[in-house]
């Protein structure tokens, strides 16, 4: 069962298109089915940092994904506009009153100046170029609008499963490597550029209950065990049955909570 991401041909990768690795039906198929609904509680965190007085008009989540963040984003504002370039996603997108979508980048959305009150990235940052996005997304932020970066993910730690740490760093990491990615963090002084007040930030943890099966299933939808699928020399039922096959005496029968973290930041805009 041992394999290694290794004799793979991949290119170096520039991070503004790494995007092209969510390019996948089964990708998409995965995002759709197995990734954790944290993210109504991460909105709730975002509701607090920006306080607003009334529900937001209208919202834009840029790289939507199967829209999971669209979908929360329904507790903050009446209207949510999807937007990602992998039709793919879309495709598997869940659908409800108050949401569309639009196939169309980050950094050129559609829309006209001041279309929107909330402009959320969510888990997308690191993805964009963002020299050209940050003063798109300032143009379709009205002022006294909010941009919002926001990520989370799996730290590969839980309290139910002592040896999942070091699981995880050295055997997990190491066979599937992180493709590279930008820094998704806004500086008081990028932000101030583009016409936005200093970023607010608050950390956000949590944890989501998982089988053994489950947390392979999960870990198929991460950007690095897609990599080795896409660039490696293991098939998805390859790599799949690995990941079960490793991580089942760890879990053993029953559902265990595995830690989840990130955070979020959110600019005013002038």
Do not use: N
């Not at 949590?206 to 660039?231: G, H, K, N, R």
Request: some cysteine.
């Amino acid at each position: 069962r041992d394999w290694r991401y290794r004799g793979h041909r991949m290119a170096p990768t520039d991070p503004t298109e790494t995007h092209e690795l969510f390019r996948h039906d089964r990708v998409a198929s995965g995002y759709a089915s197995a990734r954790p609904y944290l993210h109504p509680e991460v909105f709730a965190g975002v509701r607090e940092i920006v306080r607003p007085r009334a529900p937001f008009r209208r919202a834009l989540d840029v790289g939507c994904g199967t829209g999971l963040s669209s979908l929360a984003l329904l507790d903050l504002a009446e209207e949510v506009v999807g937007a990602d370039t992998a039709l793919e996603m879309l495709r598997h997108a869940r659908r409800r009153d108050g949401v569309r979508y639009v196939a169309c980048g980050a950094e050129a959305p559609p829309f006209r100046e001041g279309s929107f009150d909330l402009v959320v990235a969510c888990g997308s940052m690191d993805w964009v170029d963002r020299p050209r996005f940050m003063p798109r997304a300032a143009e379709l932020t009205r002022s006294g609008g909010w941009l919002v970066s926001l990520d989370f993910g799996d730290t590969g730690r839980s309290p139910e499963v002592p040896g999942l740490a070091r699981w995880y760093d050295e055997v997990f990491l190491r066979a599937c490597p992180r493709p590279p990615a930008s820094d998704p963090m806004i500086t008081a002084d990028e932000a101030g550029r583009h016409g936005f007040a200093a970023p607010l930030h608050r950390d956000f943890d949590s944890t989501c209950p998982f089988t053994a099966s489950q947390y392979a299933a999960f870990l198929m939808t991460e950007s690095s065990v897609i990599a080795a699928v896409e660039y490696g020399r293991k098939t998805e039922a390859e790599v799949r049955a690995w990941l079960e096959g490793e991580l089942a005496p760890l879990f053993g029968p029953e559902p265990r909570r595995v830690a989840f973290g990130g955070y979020i930041q959110a600019l005013r805009r002038f």
